[in-house]
């Protein structure tokens, strides 16, 4: 099995990168491959431009990038995302991978006149999310139900992938990260098993 971890943090030493890499350390316990996407090492121009507006709109090819990228994720037998809560969401660079990635025609099928046909159905998606505040001040005003909402269902849920797990990683007290560190690692394994089960599921 192999798994796409895409990572959105732009500094390579940052808890992000280190978070990632505990995830596809777990996955390769399991005997799992991975790939690590580092969306802003490589590049990748997030920007929703007039051609993403017609490859919406079914009246042109998505662009060479989108392409290499809808590949990468075709490769995959599962997906991760890790990214640091900015404004209580994705940072821009991941939001636009989105926006421009799970494209018209590829993630989902949406006509005028027809009924909406999601796609994904084979993907399962893990979410680990990175934030500075503490639990009670997600919980006092609803941040990461409001996220959930948002991503688990408003993004992945219309076009049929299915959310394994939303994680939340919040900064210690302590500032010692080792603890989710092996959390990390730990739900990489996790991942690499539930993908099994999805894929013995799906075969059944």
Known sequence: MHTLVVVAHPHRDSVTHAVASKVADGLHLEGHTSEIADLAAEGFDPRFTLHDVAVHREKRAPADDVLAEQARIDRA???????PIYWWSFPALLKGWIDRVFSN?????ERPGTPLVKKLHHLPVTLVAIG???????????YFGAMKTQIDHGIFDY????????????????GDWNANFETARALGRKVAAVRVAHAEALAT
Request: aromatic fraction near 12%; charge should be negative.
């Open 77 to 83: 037998d599962a997906l991760v995302l890790v990214y």
């Open 105 to 109: 025609g590829w993630a989902y099928d």
């Open 159 to 174: 076009c049929g992938a299915r959310v394994l797990r939303s994680e939340l990683l919040l900064e210690p007290a302590d």
């Open 132 to 142: 500075g505040a503490d639990w009670r001040t997600y919980a006092r005003h609803g």
